[in-house]
């Protein structure tokens, strides 16, 4: 065989490999509704729901509505975060129809914090519950969603829960970006281990992450990460240091948020969040990309390019990366369409995470909803995943 064979084969291995550890791994993960909901005579859990708004008055009213329709009745903390649109007028509207509704505005930003960070520490300090919900401003739960993670929390002995959620998608190009980045996600983090070994990375969720109030403030809150861009991960690590036990569960039909529109609005709302996935270092983004252009990329180009045994590896290659996506296609409701755009999968993901890195460096930091964090001093307060 030449050597074009051997790599095609070591791709067909990797693949295969990686794929069959994501659709039995997946498979363990325990689902939110399937869980039993706590009974009447159940002592219910003081929960504490704290959410950072900063122009959010589009998508803000939906989720906060959901939240206070809870059959867990938490305390709701909205805290708005310099909000210069319609956000102030809505959460005014809400309050007084809601008086369980608590809101705190933050008109400047201290020294040395992300603005999403400070927000969250600064509505924990004000919460009352025994437990912490942290979550975005366009997260929409079902009635019983939280009722059902505290209860869960209790019973299991967790400090920290984190929640997938479901992620609706109608753009096919944006659900064919949504597979291979739920895969690579699913690959790098293996959530379903979480809490079975100390030695597991933990796995922290913006939409859905619960933590125990005594814990979170024992291990410093989110003081201890002022400076994470990927500030969920980031807590969930910092538990975890902290002996925290933590878990994750599916939150299909519990949990949703419309995260992107579409490809580009991907692109856009990744910018700050990419390079510090791989600490800050070019080598690891460089890296990491050739290895997704080789698993997802090469396999579609190798069947047009190739001959012999090599073209029959990639082809087998194509055909389990599509029949990956299928089935995730089924469980998530993405449009079949998606299925089509599944060569350019790989590409786009790359172009995604090169293109985000270089902005970073050439604009020589982040700029989130309007602040500009200088690169070093993203680096001085990162964390490693």
């Given at each position: 065989?030449?050597w074009?064979d051997?790599m ?19 498979r363990r ?6 869980l ?22 589009d998508?803000l ?15 709701v ?8 649109d ?5 959460l ?22 992300l603005?999403?960070n ?12 025994e437990?912490?919900?942290?979550t ?19 019973h ?6 984190a ?7 109608r ?10 980045f ?13 809490g079975?070994?100390?030695r ?5 969720v913006?939409?859905?992450?619960m ?34 036990r ?8 519990m ?15 990744l910018?700050k ?16 990309g ?16 190739t ?5 029959v ?11 990956a ?22 590409l ?12 970073t ?9 309007g602040t500009?964090?200088?690169?070093d001093t993203?680096r001085?307060g990162?964390?490693?995943?």
């Amino acid at each position: 065989m030449t050597w074009v064979d051997w790599m095609s084969l070591a791709v067909l291995a990797l693949c295969a490999a990686t794929l069959f550890e994501v659709h039995l791994g997946a498979r363990r993960l325990r689902y939110l509704r399937d869980l039993e909901a706590p009974g009447a005579d159940t002592t219910p859990l003081r929960v504490s729901v704290v959410v950072p708004a900063l122009n959010e008055a589009d998508t803000l009213e939906p989720a906060l509505r959901s939240l206070l329709a809870s059959e867990a009745r938490p305390e709701v903390v909205v805290v708005d975060d310099r909000s210069t649109d319609a956000t102030p007028q809505v959460l005014a509207r809400l309050q007084a129809e809601q008086p369980r509704l608590r809101v705190l505005r933050v008109d400047r930003l201290p020294e040395g914090w992300l603005g999403k960070n400070h927000a969250l520490q600064q509505g924990a300090a004000h919460a009352s519950g025994e437990w912490l919900l942290f979550t975005d401003a366009d997260v929409v739960f079902e009635p019983s969603a939280i009722a059902r993670a505290a209860h869960h929390c209790r019973h299991a002995g967790l400090d920290h829960l984190a929640v997938l959620p479901d992620v609706p998608v109608r753009d096919p190009l944006l659900a064919s970006l949504m597979l291979g980045f739920q895969t690579l996600f699913l690959a790098r983090f293996r959530p379903w281990r979480v809490g079975g070994s100390a030695r597991q990375a933990p796995v922290g969720v913006g939409a859905f992450n619960m933590v125990r109030a005594s814990t979170y403030r024992a291990a410093g809150g989110h003081a201890a990460l002022p400076l994470a861009v990927i500030d969920d991960m980031a807590l969930a690590c910092v538990l975890h240091d902290h002996g925290a036990r933590s878990g994750v569960m599916a939150g299909a039909e519990m949990v949703r948020v419309a995260w992107y529109a579409d490809a580009g609005a991907m692109f856009r709302g990744l910018e700050k969040n990419l390079f510090a996935a791989f600490d800050y270092q070019w080598w690891r983004a460089l890296s990491a990309g050739a290895l997704v252009l080789m698993l997802q990329a090469w396999p579609y180009l190798g069947v047009l390019v190739t001959n012999g045994p090599a073209r029959v590896f990639n082809l087998v290659s194509v055909l389990l990366w599509v029949a990956a996506s299928a089935e995730m296609v089924r469980e998530t409701g993405y449009p079949r369409r998606c299925l089509l755009y599944l060569p350019l999968s790989g590409l786009m993901t790359v172009a995604m995470w090169w293109r985000a890195c270089w902005l970073t460096w050439r604009r020589g930091g982040v700029v989130w909803r309007g602040t500009h964090y200088p690169l070093d001093t993203l680096r001085r307060g990162h964390r490693p995943l």
